[in-house]
């Protein structure tokens, strides 16, 4: 089992470029979310999909970010015009769910870890 | 709004001390309740969780959390802190018994050092 892994690790970005982060979940997961967490705070819930499909998008994710999960299995989210406040740790969690309701825990990866100039 | 509260940023204990690390919750309906773990450097860990049943749960590493409806609290406990137990905890709820998103809200996270 090699867990959820995220790449990379740490990017460095100058105000108003395009970044794209890859996470790869645990391969019999179907479910990915993306959360955010910024110093002192908890993880906030960006987007989860199930399978390709994805299912919500908070209100936090702003025109400028993407994700995409094409083919069910690992996930890329783009932060287009980066900003200075995009500067945050980017998590990326995998889970498996089966039947009508979650009860399961989520696998986090290590987190993506960028800073804006 | 719906929201988890973790009242302390940091807790300090001696090793060999039992240690609580607080928690409470707004949320509507009947929440699923977690704890996680963070260490330095390290991904955001599951310790344990409650969905029904025994309001005492008990998971990894010697942790148990005691869900309290009436007080909406779901308090970290664990009887005798380890050195190695100093690490970043947070709090989560799934707010809806039934969601399916499996959306977790986060509290800020409580850090907690045992000292020898």
């Known amino acids: 089992d090699t867990g959820v892994s995220q790449d990379p690790r740490h990017k460095i970005t100058k105000r108003g470029q395009n970044v794209t982060f890859r996470c790869d979940p645990i391969s019999e997961h179907n479910r990915l979310y993306w959360y955010r967490q910024t110093l002192g705070q908890g993880p906030e819930f960006l987007t989860y999909?199930?399978?390709?499909?994805?299912?919500?998008k908070s209100r936090l994710l702003s025109d400028r970010f993407s994700a995409e999960r094409p083919k069910g299995s690992f996930s890329t989210l783009e932060i287009q015009r980066t900003e200075q406040g995009d500067s945050a740790m980017y998590l990326c969690?995998?889970?498996?769910?089966?039947?009508?309701?979650?009860?399961?825990?989520?696998?986090f990866g290590e987190g993506s870890r960028l800073t804006v100039l | 709004a719906q929201s988890v509260a973790q009242p302390e940023d940091q807790v300090n204990v001696a090793e060999g001390n039992p240690l609580t690390v607080k928690c409470t919750y707004s949320?509507?309906?009947?929440?699923?309740l977690f704890w996680y773990v963070q260490y330095p450097n390290r991904g955001l860990q599951f310790l344990l969780k409650?969905?029904?049943?025994?309001?005492l749960v008990k998971g990894s590493y010697g942790f148990e959390a005691e869900f309290n409806k009436s007080q909406t609290s779901f308090h970290l406990k664990k009887p005798s802190a380890l050195v190695s137990d100093s690490a970043l905890y947070f709090c989560a709820v799934i707010p809806l018994r039934g969601n399916q998103g499996g959306k977790l809200i986060f509290g800020q996270g409580t850090e907690l050092s045992v000292k020898p």
């Open positions: 409650y969905i029904t049943g025994d309001n």
């Open positions: 949320v509507s309906g009947n929440p699923y």
């Open positions: 969690a995998s889970s498996l769910f089966q039947g009508a309701v979650f009860t399961g825990e989520l696998f």
């Open positions: 999909f199930q399978n390709e499909a994805q299912l919500e």
